[in-house]
């Protein structure tokens, strides 16, 4: 996968901002699917109400451009034991 983001990235103009931010994009996904186990219960007897993602903790807001997200507050992380959005 790396291969492809450098040959993804040299097609990319760098002093262009649509392009910075599409990559910008495609790092993120590409970093982001790594830790997608983070998100993941091992078994289904092993999941914990205050450590895992329930859909009370799922809520939509408008964002500052009128645009309608999703905001995931994730209870924990391995660093942080609080409740993080």
């Given at each position: 996968m790396p291969d492809y983001i450098i040959k993804i990235k040299e097609k990319l103009d760098m002093d262009?901002?649509?392009d910075v931010a599409v990559f910008?994009?495609?790092m993120t996904c590409f970093y982001t699917a790594g830790r997608v186990r983070e998100f993941m219960v091992k078994q289904?007897?092993?999941f914990n109400i205050?450590?895992?993602i329930t859909l009370a903790r799922l809520r939509?807001?408008?964002d500052q451009n009128s645009?309608?997200?999703?905001?995931?507050?994730?209870p924990c992380?391995?660093?942080?034991?609080?409740?993080?959005?």
């Open positions: 262009n901002t649509l910008a994009c495609l289904l007897d092993s205050n450590t895992h939509e807001e408008v645009l309608q997200v999703t905001v995931l507050q994730i992380t391995k660093t942080s034991p609080d409740s993080e959005e």
